[in-house]
């Protein structure tokens, strides 16, 4: 539904505009600066603090330093990286 409204925004729809912009650079500003972060903030919540420590260390398969250092950053400072764009 969403790809019709896009491609009836260069068209049939072209001259509706919601905030200043047209539906096309609407849905583009939603998802650009409203979704992608957000997706990537639940993205570090959910692997940093609702995968054990077992899941992801066979999965990285790093040094117990180097992995501890990947957990201090996903858990801590990759989500208030992500929250800072919204």
């Known amino acids: 539904m969403l790809s ?13 505009r ?3 912009m047209d539906l096309f ?8 600066y409203l979704l992608l972060p957000l997706v990537g903030l639940a993205f570090t919540l959910f692997a940093g603090w609702m995968l054990c ?5 066979s999965e990285l398969s790093q040094s117990l330093v180097l992995y501890y250092l990947w957990r201090f950053c996903l858990r801590y400072l990759a989500p208030w990286q992500s929250g800072s764009f919204l």
């Open 53 to 57: 420590r077992r899941i992801t260390q």
């Open 4 to 16: 019709l409204i896009v491609l009836f925004s260069f068209s049939h729809l072209s001259g509706i």
């Open 18 to 20: 919601l905030f200043g």
């Open 25 to 32: 650079d609407l849905l583009n500003f939603v998802t650009t």
